[in-house]
């Protein structure tokens, strides 16, 4: 079973983190005929870090988990936090297979997405 | 003449940095039906930050900026800190018009985007 794990900065501010959440249940609704399971988590600052979000995934069923940065760059965060998270937590889970996908800020739909935006209001 | 700036957050990394610079030229490209000046700026830790950035839109003869925040939160820099640079920088430039878009993280086409990227790994 296929699970996706959309990973957040996560905020200090609730709203914030709330945003990411709803963000993952829509993504849910969309995504259903490729993942099982969609759930969202944080690389800090907020509830459900990483190793609980994986975990959380593999109670739910997960035998595949793709981690979806939602980051716009790559840095630290992108290159080298994200994925070290999901290396201490990989041990536990010998049975389940963990992919780390591109950060959204390298998608070639951002391109359009960021037009569609400047000439709506343009 | 309409300008549109990309405002992101800015980074201590150099190539965060330069992947904004380079994401703003590519959306000159794309945009040059509307924008006649397409530039990026940062709300800290970069060179070009939001003040100097509008008036380098204005100095090549911008009498219209949007400003389009290239964040994925509505975080305190969406909400505060971003409209406070505006607004400071507004009086110096009483015949421009400059508006703020939503950040991109409210865009419609977001969870086209995830859907995307989550589809293409799984």
Redesign the interface.
């Known amino acids: 079973m296929?699970a996706?794990l959309?990973v957040?900065?996560g905020?200090r501010?609730q709203?914030?983190n709330d945003?990411?959440i709803e963000?993952a249940q829509?993504?849910k609704a969309?995504?259903a005929d490729?993942?099982a399971i969609v759930q969202a988590a944080f690389l800090e600052l907020a509830d459900t870090l990483i190793p609980d979000g994986i975990k959380n995934c593999v109670n739910a069923g997960a035998s595949q988990i793709?981690v979806?940065p939602?980051?716009?760059?790559?840095?630290?965060h992108v290159t080298e936090d994200i994925p070290q998270d999901v290396e201490n937590t990989r041990p536990n889970f010998p049975e389940v297979e963990i992919?780390i996908?591109?950060h959204?800020?390298a998608?070639a739909?951002?391109?359009?997405?960021?037009?569609?935006?400047?000439?709506?209001?343009?």
């Not at 939602?70 to 630290?76: A, K, P, T």
């Open positions: 296929k996706l959309l957040a900065h905020s501010r709203r914030s945003e990411v963000l829509k993504l969309e995504c490729h993942y793709t979806l939602y980051f716009l760059n790559s840095g630290r992919h996908a591109e959204i800020g998608s739909a951002m391109i359009a997405l960021l037009k569609a935006a400047a000439i709506n209001h343009s």
